[in-house]
């Protein structure tokens, strides 16, 4: 059934990637490139791009990939094997990867509002969404939002002197930012004369001496020096880092304001430049040199990933929590059960046929063939007016051995859309009973 789901969102991924290009090898068979490898991508590509007439490039695959982790963990989150869709862009300027970026984040806005879609649930108050980073720094992360006192100091030099950030042993700091936007971790070259120290604000309990004890025994361990060779700080600047909260202003827009959530990590859009390019030495005369100047630039790069399996892992912590969330409101009606609500189009089956013996056998096969052509509900009440699902799509349960209610459960666990009953109420009356998580029982007349 998940192996049934992943195709699914493989072939969501694969229609919104239609425009990229694919390799095929001399017998035009699929080719596979190297998990991961920007090197190898680099050669492979580059290699072929002999004029600024074969831009832009876009290579994709999904394939399996393969972790050394001890044990796996997390859940479907953190596997030894996993799915990954990569995808790799080549361009001949900056503005024209800009152009690119811009595209694959358009792609990755579709495919994640395609799969995280449980607009079929019209019972869902609060729907669960997808959320991006923001992406002024042309490298944000797309997340699937879910249900889910020592100090440390980081080491930061740049022209100014050695600037060390005081946080709190679970923050993490990035030198990406203020103040640290010209700043690259510091290895120990040389000692700094001058240092800046900036306080979280959940460590300004600690006194001033002893923080700056604490950053020369930092500084004098990564440099292997003694700690009397470290000079004390010229100035310490307190509360001018702390962790992101919510109601923060952002700090890339300047206009937002942070909400919270707890989300997992699906995706990633990085631009990459010309890191691998120029020291590989892969590049094209751009348009606008001169017959007597013919020097080549190198490509533009970008890389783009999503991590399939990895969804499939979020979808299922949030399918089991919204599953929860409508047998709530059902408190009392029904008996206590789990399961899962899929996203819409996303179901192992989006239907499941279940007849109770095998005297209501033929009934069901008929409703499957009704289900494919378009099934019409002869009830004016009735919701599934026009339900129409493809025949691969219909799950048939002929287990006629097991009772009816351990099948219904069996049918929670598998998240079914749609669970049509053929049981008593239809041998006396001829009508289907037709189950959905969250809503009543509600019946149609079988034409």
Same mark, same amino acid.
């Given at each position: 059934?998940?192996?049934?789901?992943?195709?699914? =969102?493989?072939?969501?991924?694969?229609?919104?990637?239609?425009?990229?290009?694919?390799?095929?090898?001399?017998?035009?068979?699929?080719?596979?490139?190297?998990?991961?490898?920007?090197?190898?991508?680099? @050669?492979?590509?580059?290699?072929?791009?002999?004029?600024? @007439?074969? %831009?832009?490039?876009?290579?994709?695959?999904?394939?399996?990939?393969?972790?050394?982790?001890?044990?796996?963990?997390? &859940?479907?989150?953190?596997? @030894?094997?996993?799915?990954?869709?990569?995808?790799?862009?080549?361009?001949?300027?900056?503005?024209?990867?800009?152009?690119?970026?811009?595209?694959?984040?358009?792609?990755?806005?579709?495919?994640?509002?395609?799969?995280?879609?449980?607009?079929?649930?019209?019972?869902?108050?609060?729907?669960?969404?997808?959320?991006?980073?923001?992406?002024?720094?042309?490298? !944000?992360?797309?997340?699937?939002?879910?249900?889910?006192?020592?100090?440390?100091?980081?080491?930061?030099?740049?022209?100014?002197?050695?600037?060390?950030?005081?946080?709190?042993?679970?923050a993490t700091v990035n030198p990406s930012v203020m103040p640290f936007s010209q700043c690259q971790p510091y290895k120990g070259e040389e000692l700094m004369s001058t240092?800046?120290?900036?306080?979280?604000?959940?460590?300004?309990?600690?006194?001033?001496?002893?923080? =700056?004890?604490?950053?020369? *025994?930092?500084? /004098?361990?990564?440099? &292997?020096?003694?700690?009397?060779?470290?000079?004390?700080?010229?100035?310490?600047?307190?509360? /001018?880092?702390?962790? /992101?909260?919510?109601?923060?202003?952002?700090?890339?827009?300047?206009?937002?304001?942070?909400?919270?959530?707890?989300?997992?990590?699906?995706?990633?859009?990085?631009?990459?430049?010309?890191?691998?390019?120029?020291?590989?030495?892969?590049?094209?005369?751009?348009?606008?040199?001169?017959?007597?100047?013919?020097?080549?630039?190198?490509?533009?790069?970008?890389?783009?990933?999503?991590?399939?399996?990895?969804?499939?892992?979020?979808?299922?912590?949030? +399918?089991?929590?919204?599953?929860?969330?409508?047998? /709530?409101? *059902?408190?009392?009606?029904?008996? !206590?059960?789990?399961?899962?609500?899929?996203?819409?189009?996303?179901?192992?089956?989006?239907?499941?046929?279940?007849?109770?013996?095998?005297?209501? =056998?033929?009934?069901?096969? @008929?409703?499957? +063939?009704? %289900?494919? +052509?378009?099934?019409?509900?002869?009830?004016?009440?009735?919701? !599934?007016?026009?339900? *129409?699902?493809? =025949?691969?799509?219909?799950?048939?349960?002929?287990?006629?051995? *097991?009772?009816?209610?351990?099948?219904?459960?069996?049918?929670?666990? %598998?998240?079914?859309?749609?669970?049509?009953?053929l049981g008593k109420h239809f041998d006396k009356t001829g009508q289907v009973e037709i189950r959905r998580v969250g809503q009543a029982v509600q019946y149609a007349t079988?034409?």
């Amino acid at each position: 059934m998940g192996l049934r789901m992943i195709k699914k =969102m493989i072939r969501i991924i694969e229609e919104e990637m239609e425009a990229l290009f694919r390799l095929k090898d001399r017998r035009s068979a699929e080719m596979i490139l190297a998990p991961t490898h920007e090197e190898e991508v680099t @050669k492979l590509i580059g290699a072929e791009i002999d004029s600024v @007439k074969s %831009l832009p490039v876009r290579v994709y695959q999904i394939g399996r990939k393969f972790r050394d982790e001890p044990r796996p963990r997390a &859940g479907l989150l953190r596997t @030894k094997e996993f799915l990954m869709k990569d995808l790799y862009t080549f361009d001949a300027s900056a503005d024209e990867a800009t152009r690119t970026y811009a595209d694959v984040r358009q792609a990755y806005h579709n495919i994640f509002h395609r799969i995280f879609n449980w607009s079929h649930i019209e019972s869902l108050s609060t729907r669960p969404t997808w959320i991006e980073e923001c992406a002024s720094s042309m490298a !944000p992360a797309f997340h699937a939002c879910t249900s889910s006192d020592q100090v440390q100091v980081h080491l930061y030099a740049n022209s100014d002197g050695l600037h060390a950030a005081v946080v709190p042993l679970s923050a993490t700091v990035n030198p990406s930012v203020m103040p640290f936007s010209q700043c690259q971790p510091y290895k120990g070259e040389e000692l700094m004369s001058t240092m800046h120290i900036w306080i979280d604000q959940n460590c300004s309990h600690v006194p001033t001496q002893e923080v =700056m004890d604490l950053v020369r *025994q930092t500084v /004098a361990r990564t440099h &292997g020096c003694d700690l009397a060779s470290v000079p004390n700080p010229d100035s310490v600047k307190k509360s /001018a880092i702390r962790l /992101a909260q919510a109601g923060d202003t952002c700090a890339s827009c300047g206009v937002g304001r942070l909400q919270e959530h707890r989300a997992i990590e699906v995706g990633h859009t990085f631009l990459l430049g010309t890191k691998y390019s120029a020291a590989l030495g892969y590049g094209v005369v751009p348009k606008s040199a001169s017959a007597t100047h013919q020097k080549k630039e190198p490509l533009q790069m970008g890389c783009y990933g999503i991590g399939v399996t990895r969804i499939l892992g979020a979808l299922a912590q949030t +399918s089991m929590s919204i599953f929860h969330d409508l047998q /709530a409101e *059902q408190e009392g009606k029904t008996r !206590p059960r789990v399961g899962f609500v899929w996203p819409s189009g996303l179901a192992p089956f989006s239907a499941l046929v279940l007849p109770a013996s095998n005297k209501q =056998m033929d009934a069901a096969t @008929k409703l499957c +063939s009704q %289900l494919s +052509s378009g099934f019409t509900a002869l009830q004016s009440d009735t919701p !599934p007016t026009g339900l *129409q699902i493809p =025949m691969d799509d219909i799950a048939l349960d002929d287990r006629v051995g *097991q009772s009816l209610g351990s099948r219904l459960f069996d049918a929670d666990l %598998l998240g079914y859309p749609y669970v049509f009953v053929l049981g008593k109420h239809f041998d006396k009356t001829g009508q289907v009973e037709i189950r959905r998580v969250g809503q009543a029982v509600q019946y149609a007349t079988l034409a």
